[in-house]
C-alpha cells in the first residue's frame, strides 16, 4: 500500500549565494556546514529567545539549499530570513506557486519511486525530479517534488493527523509555537549541540547546560472511547499542574490516544495522570507501539 499525501501548501524557498551555506548556518539549530550535496536534515529557526519560529527541513542542492516548511509559516519565515541577510551575498525565492510536492508513504513506496536503499534526510533525482527520503511518519516516507508522483491512495488531513499523532510528530500550531522552547518538542535530531553561534543559540545551551528541561512532549493513552480536547490540563498525585494536551486523536490501532507536554517529575513511562474532569491518562513513549 503507498499512501499520498498533496503537499503543495508546504512553504518552498530556494537560497542562493556564495554566502548561503554560512548563513543558514548561523540561522538554524543544526548543522548545515556538514552538509554535501544530496544531503539534507530537519532543523529549526529560534528567535534571540530561544523560542520556535517554525520548524524545517533543508536540503543540499549542488548550487543551492532547498528549504521546506508548513505553509502557514511561509510569509513570517520568508521575512525573517531577508531581515537578516543585510551584506550577505544570499538570495531567497520563494518557489511555493510555482512547483508541487508529494508525500509518498508505506513499506512500497521506495521501490514505486525508484530510489532504492535511500537513507534518510538523502535526496536523489529519479528521471529529473528531486525525491528525498524523510522521517515523518512511523513507517518510509519520501518527499516527491513534481507534478506526478507513483499511484496510490490520497490521504485527507484527518487520516493524516491519526498518523502524525501515532508518530509523535509535533505540528505547528499544536505542538509548536513562538511560546515553546525546541527541546521540548522530543526534537534532538533537529539540534546541534556541537557547532557554533546561531540565532537562539544561549537559549539552548543554557537549557543544555543545567542537565534537564521542565517539560517534554509524550504519548498519552486515554481511557474510553472519544478524542481528548486540545489543551486539557493534566493533573497527577505527585503534581497538580502535570501537563496539557496539544492534540489527541482516536487511532485504529491504539484507540484514543493524545501527544502532550509533560512534567518531569511525572513523565515515566507508565505514570497515570488524570485529565481535567476525571479522565484517566497512561504516559507513553513515541512512536506508540
Given at each position: 500500500?503507498?499512501?499520498?499525501?498533496?503537499?503543495?501548501?508546504?512553504?518552498?524557498?530556494?537560497?542562493?549565494?556564495?554566502?548561503?551555506?554560512r548563513?543558514?548556518?548561523?540561522?538554524?539549530?543544526?548543522?548545515?556546514?556538514?552538509?554535501?550535496?544530496g544531503?539534507?536534515l530537519?532543523?529549526?529557526?529560534?528567535?534571540?529567545?530561544?523560542?520556535t519560529l517554525?520548524e524545517?527541513?533543508?536540503?543540499?542542492?549542488?548550487?543551492?539549499?532547498?528549504?521546506?516548511?508548513?505553509?502557514?509559516?511561509?510569509?513570517?519565515?520568508?521575512?525573517?530570513?531577508?531581515?537578516?541577510?543585510?551584506?550577505?551575498?544570499?538570495?531567497v525565492?520563494?518557489?511555493?506557486?510555482?512547483?508541487?510536492?508529494?508525500?509518498?508513504?508505506g513499506?512500497?513506496?521506495?521501490?514505486?519511486?525508484?530510489?532504492?536503499?535511500?537513507?534518510?534526510?538523502?535526496?536523489?533525482?529519479?528521471?529529473?525530479?528531486?525525491?528525498?527520503?524523510?522521517?515523518?511518519?512511523?513507517?518510509?516516507?519520501?518527499?516527491f517534488?513534481?507534478?506526478r508522483?507513483?499511484?496510490?491512495?490520497?490521504?485527507?488531513?484527518?487520516?493524516?493527523?491519526?498518523?502524525?499523532?501515532?508518530?509523535?510528530?509535533?505540528?505547528?500550531?499544536?505542538?509548536?509555537?513562538?511560546?515553546?522552547?525546541?527541546l521540548?518538542?522530543?526534537m534532538?535530531?533537529?539540534?546541534?549541540?556541537?557547532?557554533?553561534?546561531?540565532?537562539?543559540?544561549?537559549?539552548?545551551?543554557?537549557?543544555?547546560?543545567?542537565?534537564?528541561?521542565?517539560?517534554t512532549?509524550k504519548?498519552?493513552?486515554?481511557?474510553?472511547?472519544?478524542?481528548?480536547?486540545?489543551?486539557?490540563?493534566?493533573?497527577?498525585?505527585?503534581?497538580?499542574?502535570?501537563?496539557?494536551?496539544?492534540?489527541?486523536?482516536?487511532?485504529?490501532?491504539?484507540?484514543?490516544?493524545?501527544?502532550?507536554?509533560?512534567?518531569?517529575?511525572?513523565?515515566?513511562?507508565?505514570?497515570?495522570?488524570?485529565?481535567?474532569?476525571?479522565?484517566?491518562?497512561?504516559?507513553?513513549?513515541?512512536?506508540?507501539?
Amino acid at each position: 500500500m503507498i499512501l499520498l499525501r498533496d503537499l503543495s501548501s508546504r512553504a518552498r524557498f530556494r537560497l542562493t549565494g556564495e554566502d548561503r551555506v554560512r548563513f543558514l548556518h548561523s540561522m538554524l539549530t543544526n548543522d548545515v556546514e556538514a552538509l554535501a550535496p544530496g544531503a539534507g536534515l530537519r532543523a529549526a529557526m529560534l528567535t534571540v529567545k530561544g523560542k520556535t519560529l517554525c520548524e524545517l527541513q533543508l536540503w543540499c542542492l549542488p548550487d543551492a539549499f532547498l528549504m521546506e516548511m508548513e505553509g502557514e509559516r511561509r510569509q513570517a519565515i520568508f521575512a525573517v530570513l531577508n531581515k537578516h541577510i543585510v551584506m550577505d551575498d544570499v538570495e531567497v525565492a520563494d518557489l511555493t506557486d510555482e512547483t508541487r510536492e508529494w508525500g509518498v508513504y508505506g513499506p512500497e513506496a521506495a521501490a514505486a519511486l525508484g530510489v532504492g536503499e535511500l537513507a534518510p534526510f538523502t535526496m536523489r533525482d529519479v528521471n529529473g525530479v528531486n525525491i528525498s527520503a524523510v522521517r515523518e511518519l512511523d513507517m518510509p516516507g519520501f518527499h516527491f517534488f513534481g507534478e506526478r508522483p507513483p499511484e496510490g491512495r490520497l490521504i485527507g488531513e484527518d487520516e493524516w493527523e491519526i498518523l502524525r499523532v501515532e508518530a509523535g510528530r509535533p505540528k505547528w500550531g499544536a505542538e509548536l509555537d513562538e511560546d515553546r522552547l525546541i527541546l521540548e518538542a522530543n526534537m534532538d535530531d533537529a539540534v546541534s549541540l556541537t557547532k557554533g553561534c546561531y540565532l537562539g543559540q544561549e537559549v539552548v545551551a543554557r537549557a543544555t547546560a543545567r542537565g534537564h528541561i521542565n517539560r517534554t512532549l509524550k504519548g498519552l493513552r486515554l481511557d474510553g472511547d472519544g478524542a481528548a480536547a486540545r489543551g486539557a490540563k493534566l493533573s497527577a498525585a505527585a503534581r497538580e499542574d502535570a501537563g496539557q494536551v496539544t492534540s489527541s486523536v482516536v487511532s485504529p490501532r491504539f484507540g484514543a490516544i493524545a501527544l502532550a507536554y509533560v512534567h518531569r517529575s511525572v513523565w515515566d513511562e507508565g505514570t497515570e495522570l488524570t485529565l481535567e474532569g476525571g479522565r484517566k491518562a497512561r504516559v507513553t513513549a513515541l512512536p506508540f507501539r
